[in-house]
């Protein structure tokens, strides 16, 4: 995969690692919901894999029947982390420090040289979900079970049948490591039409022609009217979750899930995931054509990854009465994600 830089060189306005992003921020907590932790194929058959959350060292693993875990990274024992060096055994995860093996709870199973076993040794483990192709992890402060579940994307673009696209991984995706970014920044994005035109250099404005708030998901439908008529439905799910899907008259285009997973601080990693229609005439072959429009897809989040690392939040923004409601219905949406008594 490769990484672009996630600042281009003409904005080097950087700010201090030391400036609180909390600062005018109203919560003290991250957000509750589903988050990615990475891509489905980067966890192989029998596959371990170091990843990071939350402020939390993570290890993700395949066993024997596909499914996937995920569990806090260091080992009981004397604290290897598992992700780094660490193996399936059969169904069990294998530490490399000194071959201890957890089951598919996260139990301990199975300790090498000796004829006792720790069952009540456990790894700490989160609920994990794989949709079209990634990898979601539930994080919840407070350590509650899922509230919701992540549905895929043909349950809300009906349309949308995987197998006309080009397979995601690994042309589709791209992942930006770590970007001083709150997961919340993106999602305001979809309300934010008056940006298309500056940020994204969109010829013409757009105008939001549908928006609302259900639940977890708050959903944003916006018209651009270019030489062909443009639509982009966009359905956050929750804050660490957005997707996209594009139709240029009335035929969808192209679909995009942006993906916003706390680090630790002021860092995120966000992942672009885009999935582009097939050439019918050479199905399996990436076009220049297909590889220019991931190409694009992937810049635009490009063009709002500088304004996002420099900006500081205005809780109380003064606002233009064309964006005002959509934005206002999504902050206070927005303000579900956190733990009551947060909001300041
Ligand atoms: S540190 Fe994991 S088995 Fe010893
Ligand atoms: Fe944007």
């Known amino acids: ?50 990843a990071e959350a939350f402020g939390h060292q993570l290890v993700a693993c395949r066993g024997e029947a596909g499914d996937l875990r995920v569990y806090d990274a260091y080992c009981p024992h004397l604290g290897a982390h598992l992700g ?13 420090f000194h071959g201890w093996e957890f089951d598919a709870e996260g139990r301990n199973a199975c300790i090498p040289y000796s004829t006792k076993v720790m069952p009540n040794l456990t790894l ?53 490591p770590s970007v001083r970014l709150h997961p919340q920044l993106v999602v305001e994005n979809i309300v934010d039409s008056a940006h298309f035109q500056f940020v994204h250099a969109a010829a013409h404005g757009s105008v939001i022609i549908d928006y609302g708030a259900d639940g977890h998901i708050f959903r944003c439908s916006q018209r651009f009217d270019g030489r062909k008529p443009a639509q982009l439905d966009m359905w ?19 679909l995009e899930i942006q993906a916003t997973t706390p680090l630790l601080g002021q860092r995120s990693a966000l992942r672009g995931s885009v999935w582009v229609r097939q050439d019918p005439a050479s199905p399996g072959t990436m076009t ?37 409601p959509a934005f206002r219905a999504l902050r206070k949406w927005a303000a579900q994600f956190y733990p009551v008594g947060e909001a300041s």
């Open 1 to 50: 995969m490769t990484l672009i830089p996630t600042t281009p060189p003409n904005h080097q306005l950087r700010p201090s690692e030391e400036m609180d992003r909390r600062e005018g921020w109203p919560y003290a907590c991250e957000p509750t919901g589903w988050f990615q932790l990475a891509w489905s194929e980067e966890v192989g058959p029998n596959g371990v894999l170091a």
């Open 84 to 96: 780094v060096g660490g193996v399936m055994r059969g169904d069990r995860l294998a530490c490399p």
């Open 124 to 176: 700490k483990s989160w609920p994990v979900r794989e949709i079209d192709g990634l990898i979601v992890v539930w994080h919840d402060a407070a350590g509650g079970e899922p509230a919701w579940e992540p549905l895929p994307i043909d349950h809300w673009v009906k349309e949308f049948d995987s197998s006309d696209y080009f397979p995601l991984f690994p042309a589709g995706v791209h992942l930006w």
């Open 236 to 254: 956050a799910f929750g804050l660490g979750l957005m997707l996209g899907a594009f139709s240029v008259d009335g035929e969808l285009t192209h």
């Open 288 to 324: 220049d054509r297909m590889n220019a429009l991931i190409e694009l897809q992937h810049d635009q989040l490009n063009n709002d990854i500088p304004i996002w690392e420099n900006m500081r939040y205005r809780a109380n923004a003064p606002m233009a009465p064309e964006e005002a």
